[in-house]
């Protein structure tokens, strides 16, 4: 157990750790808990691959690590998670790029926005936060099976709460968009890939978890209105009892250093953290814990074989 906690921050968790000849990948690395993650693992060391949507982004995102750490490992590379396309040409250009990947981080993300579909017509939440990085791991795998000590990180949310994955519509074809009730079921399929990937990948020596980094200001909040930003405050100070407490962004991407470099965490996966420790099952705690219905290892295979369907692709190790 850590001692670790909310208030930790990414350089206090990789203080000590030297993170020369990791190469670590990161989606969603061109802004908020991204960007911070990269930048304090390229500071101890790593050999950095930032992975977006937009190569100007990539550049910024890019620059103003270099100039914070003097780290001169740090390489970009663009996908689009909304798009098979994309996400098939940045897999086969990192395979001709890249020897390894150490610590493939899933991070990137999109919350609430307003109903749209993916190039592939899948719904922008689901396609994006899960069905996107579903195929870009399986299809990076080959090259994670060549790290050492591996691991992948999914960045989920304690939004997971809101809703357990909907596996008979997910897309919204049948009945309203619900744009937190997206959201939630997104955030709790990204737990669930991670037990998925634990049951297959781990006999490879291979591990993955999923957290939850805290509450943090960050881009992600792009599509919420005053008005939304006003009913997240008030269902969040309705839980909790007493106003929200926000992380800055150093400790919001603390638990991602935590679940990619933890001695403690090497030979485990399948399990869900926030604040730097593993989150026990809990149903009913509204500030905390993972829902049961997000560790689920029969759902966890449904959710494997819709995301195999979808992506038109079979995935066994
Ligand atoms: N901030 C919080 O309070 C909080 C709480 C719980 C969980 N999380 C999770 O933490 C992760 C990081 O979020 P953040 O707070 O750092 O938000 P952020 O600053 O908005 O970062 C999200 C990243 O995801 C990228 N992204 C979105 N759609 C994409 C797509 N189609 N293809 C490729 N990249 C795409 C964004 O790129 P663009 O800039 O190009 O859009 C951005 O780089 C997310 O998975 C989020 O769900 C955050």
Redesign the pocket.
Known sequence: MSNFGAETTADEVLEGKDLTGKLVFI?????????ETARAMAAKGAHIVL????QG?LDAAKEAIVADTGSEAVETIV?????LD?IRACAKEAGERFDRIDLLI??????ACPFAK?ADGFEMQFG??HV?HFLLTNLLVPLVKNGTNPRIVN?????HHIAPVDLDDPNYQNRDYEKWQS?GHS?TA?ILFAVGLEKRLAPHGIHATAL???????????HLSEEDAAALLKRIEENSGKAPV??N?PQ?AATTCYAATADELADKGGVYLEDCHIAPVDDEDKEGGVRSYAVDPDIAERLWSLSEEMVGQSFSY
């Open positions: 989606t969603g690395g061109a802004s908020g808990l991204g960007q992975c977006a949507r937009d982004k996908c689009d998670l909304a798009s994309s899933n991070n990137a993300g999109v919350m993916t994006t936060n996107g960045l989920s949310s304690r939004g959201y955030k990204n939850h980094p805290g509450g943090i200001h960050t881009n992600l909040g792009r926000f992380k962004i919001g």
